[in-house]
């Protein structure tokens, strides 16, 4: 199937380490890459995206803008606690344009995914976008 925007999947941010009013953590699943959210200048960063009913995930898309280090997790539980480790990836730098990193996860299901910047090519980092494939 192709990369959906996550909020038609039902799909919502429901934790974000940073918030700034003009760059929403709902951003990410808007599907829309000119929108993003935008973190404070610390590491790590991190948000959670819950999906509406356990979805099947073969991979996923990052569209983002100075991450360095990503990690993704995952969990099967209504409650956003007890993760898995899913994979890492180091990113590369893209000076005036957007990263685009896929990222496989095997066709396994999650009711939330986790994920985690641990650090970035400058102080601040944006994620403009998260597609899935199922």
């Known amino acids: 199937m192709t990369d959906s925007p996550l909020s038609s999947l039902g799909a919502k ?3 974000a380490s940073s918030s700034d009013e003009n760059h ?19 590491f790590p960063q991190e948000f959670i995206i ?4 356990p979805t099947n995930l073969s991979s996923l ?14 969990n099967m ?17 893209t ?5 685009s990193n896929s990222v496989s996860l095997n066709g ?3 009711v939330h995914l986790r994920f985690i910047i ?6 601040f980092v944006s994620v403009h976008r998260v597609g899935v494939q199922h």
């Open 108 to 110: 396994g299901s999650a």
């Open 50 to 53: 819950r999906f509406a009913e």
């Open 24 to 42: 929403p953590p709902e951003n990410i699943i808007d599907g829309n890459t000119n929108t993003f959210w935008m973190s404070t200048g610390m």
């Open 118 to 123: 641990t650090t970035g090519h400058d102080h």
């Open 13 to 15: 941010v429901v934790v």
């Open 77 to 93: 539980s209504q409650n956003a606690s007890q993760f898995e480790f899913v994979t890492e990836k180091d990113c590369e730098h």
């Open 61 to 74: 898309t990052v569209d983002s803008y100075n991450v360095k280090h990503l990690k993704v997790e995952k």
């Open 95 to 99: 000076e005036g344009h957007l990263q």
